[in-house]
T-cell receptor
Framework: SAVISQKPSRDICQRGTSLTIQCQVD?????MFWYRQQPGQSLTLIAT?????????ESGFVIDKFPISRPNLTFSTLTVSNMSPEDSSIYLC??????????FGQGTRLTVV | AQRVTQPEKLLSVFKGAPVELKCNYS??????LFWYVQYSRQRLQLLLR??SRESIKGFTADLNKGETSFHLKKPFAQEEDSAMYYC???????????FGQGTRLTINP
């Protein structure tokens, strides 16, 4: 099984600023994903982080707002840009390896004030 | 459209009682379904998947294609089963998961 280290675990940010969240996996994973979990709601997929190419975004999410990088098979970042209070949420990264089991980071609890 | 529905947001049962967390799905392809669990202050983790047909921590789940369901069951609940449970559907090809809304299970002593 893979272990994903995600940081920061939480942050309080001013509106209009940006925050970059990092995920480091202890082994190579085939796929990496970024999710958002708003208070009291389920996990919503933001995008699939593709190694060496642009991420694949889900409907309602755009690259300008959530730029994603994945330079190699073990690392990815998500930036939440030009934040507003509506961006307050938990952000999660996950990865899948040879089979279909997904592993998750601890999550980043973001509060925008 | 692919969708996962967990009709109960909250479920509370007494210790030793049977538990059933409901999950229904909508998917045009061949479904691969999972149950993920998040215990207090822990990360989301896999509980079980239908293709392995195994029992984990006393929980089982059977895929019923006729009823498009994948309900999670345990005959005798324990206090340590209190957690948030998510049913998830794997979208073939894209290999991404679609999650249900989650059910918060509370086991009362």
């Amino acid at each position: 099984s893979a272990v994903i280290s995600q940081k920061p675990s939480r942050d309080i940010c001013q509106r209009g600023t940006s925050l970059t969240i990092q995920c480091q996996v202890d082994s190579q994973v085939t796929m990496m994903f970024w999710y958002r979990q708003q208070p009291g709601q389920s996990l919503t997929l933001i995008a699939t982080a593709n190694q060496g190419s642009e991420a694949t975004y889900e409907s309602g999410f755009v690259i300008d707002k959530f730029p994603i990088s994945r330079p190699n098979l073990t690392f990815s970042t998500l930036t939440v840009s030009n934040m507003s209070p509506e961006d307050s949420s938990i952000y999660l990264c996950s990865g899948t390896g040879g089979d279909t089991e997904a592993f998750f980071g601890q999550g980043t609890r973001l509060t925008v004030v | 459209a692919q969708r996962v529905t967990q009709p109960e947001k909250l479920l509370s049962v007494f210790k030793g009682a049977p538990v059933e967390l409901k999950c229904n799905y909508s998917y045009s392809g061949s479904p691969e379904l999972f149950w993920y669990v998040q215990y207090s202050r822990q990360r989301l983790q896999l509980l079980l998947r239908h293709i392995s047909r195994e029992s984990i921590k006393g929980f089982t789940a059977d895929l019923n294609k006729g009823e498009t369901s994948f309900h999670l069951k345990k005959p005798f609940a324990q206090e340590e089963d209190s957690a948030m449970y998510y049913c998830a559907l794997l979208i073939q090809g894209a290999q991404k998961l679609v999650f249900g809304q989650g059910t918060r299970l509370t086991i009362n002593p």
